[in-house]
């Protein structure tokens, strides 16, 4: 099973504000299921990573 990330947990990944994490849900650039609150699956996270990057990353 994918490990569940936080809002929190994403936006520091990645390096951007909570609200730019919101914005990408919104506009569907990035998955996420709502269970009490926020969650973004790694999978997904990783995906959006290939999809919108201009590097190669390692896994997370």
């Known amino acids: 099973m994918d490990k ?5 947990e994403t936006a520091q990944v990645l390096r951007v504000s909570e609200r730019t994490i919101m914005r990408y849900l ?3 650039k990035l998955k996420a ?7 973004i ?8 990573l290939n ?4 590097k190669k990353h390692a896994k997370i």
């Not at 999809?51 to 201009?54: A, L, M």
């Open 4 to 8: 569940l990330l936080t809002l929190k």
């Open 26 to 28: 919104k506009s569907g």
């Open 51 to 54: 999809k919108y990057s201009n």
């Open 33 to 39: 299921s709502k269970v009490g609150q926020w969650r």
């Open 41 to 48: 699956s790694q999978k997904d996270l990783e995906e959006f």
